[in-house]
């Protein structure tokens, strides 16, 4: 058996031919890993489970029912708008925590076609020991009232979270890059608004996904 899980969670926001050319990217990537996927609509690959809300609650929710699901020490968590290289799902924590991965480049859906690099840990980009998770979702659950500002920030990144994480986060570095979409079905207010703003390092062109314009044109 592998020993790590990809749990992907979506509620089918992104377009269909994107959604298409995203699985069969993440199957390639995955090593044969196995995979979990949390929808609002049924999918027909990986095990599929239904989700029928859409919030920063129930995201982790999902996730932790996906990691609750997973037999492998490992998780990863995958994110319908991002691509990874199969580097990414090779590595393996050489400890109890969660690990992000950030060679992390983004790509907007307006405006002018480049990348610009983002290392800055990111839900997607993680790779964890499942116990962790598990137990830091759980403690976050749990304490939900007495979070002044809600249940916010990527597992261990956060110093207000620490307390119920337990672990601080780690990063690591692939020598291939991720890419994620900024969009306007994203759930940040942000990019629904257009006003994500791009970070200085940028690029037209990157290892493996090629030039920003041809890769855009994927995401319709």
Same mark, same amino acid.
């Given at each position: 058996?592998?020993?790590?899980?990809?749990? =992907?969670?979506?509620?089918?926001l992104?377009?269909?031919?994107?959604?298409?050319?995203?699985?069969?990217?993440?199957l390639?990537?995955s090593g044969?890993?196995?995979?979990?996927?949390i929808?609002r609509?049924?999918?027909?690959?990986?095990?599929?489970?239904?989700?029928?809300?859409?919030?920063?609650?129930n995201?982790?929710?999902?996730?932790?029912?996906?990691?609750?699901?997973?037999?492998?020490?490992?998780?990863?968590?995958?994110d319908d708008?991002?691509?990874?290289?199969?580097?990414?799902f090779?590595?393996?924590p050489?400890k109890?925590?969660?690990?992000?991965?950030?060679?992390?480049?983004?790509?907007?859906?307006?405006?002018?076609?480049?990348?610009?690099?983002k290392?800055?840990?990111?839900?997607?980009?993680m790779?964890a020991?499942?116990?962790?998770?598990?137990?830091?979702?759980?403690?976050?659950?749990?304490?939900?009232?007495? =979070?002044?500002?809600g249940?916010?920030?990527?597992?261990?990144?956060k110093?207000?979270?620490?307390?119920?994480?337990?672990?601080?986060?780690?990063?690591?570095?692939?020598?291939?890059?991720?890419?994620?979409?900024?969009?306007?079905?994203? =759930?940040?207010?942000?990019?629904q608004?257009?006003?994500?703003?791009?970070?200085?390092?940028?690029?037209?062109?990157?290892p493996?996904?090629?030039k920003?314009?041809?890769?855009?044109r994927?995401?319709?």
């Open positions: 058996m592998k020993d790590l899980t990809i749990i =992907m969670c979506t509620p089918n992104v377009p269909e031919k994107w959604a298409e050319f995203h699985k069969e990217k993440l390639e990537a044969g890993c196995p995979i979990i996927t929808s609509k049924p999918l027909d690959w990986g095990k599929n489970l239904i989700q029928t809300e859409y919030g920063v609650v995201l982790f929710e999902q996730k932790l029912r996906g990691a609750k699901l997973a037999k492998t020490p490992y998780i990863a968590i995958a708008d991002t691509l990874y290289p199969e580097q990414h090779q590595f393996r050489n109890e925590g969660f690990f992000y991965n950030l060679n992390r480049w983004h790509l907007f859906t307006w405006g002018r076609s480049y990348y610009f690099h290392p800055r840990c990111g839900g997607g980009l790779i020991t499942r116990n962790a998770i598990i137990k830091a979702i759980e403690n976050r659950l749990q304490n939900l009232d007495k =979070m002044r500002h249940l916010h920030g990527e597992l261990g990144d110093r207000v979270m620490l307390k119920y994480d337990l672990i601080k986060a780690e990063t690591f570095y692939t020598k291939a890059p991720v890419v994620s979409f900024y969009h306007q079905k994203s =759930m940040d207010k942000l990019n608004r257009r006003r994500k703003y791009p970070w200085p390092v940028r690029a037209y062109d990157i493996i996904w090629g920003a314009k041809n890769l855009r994927k995401f319709v």
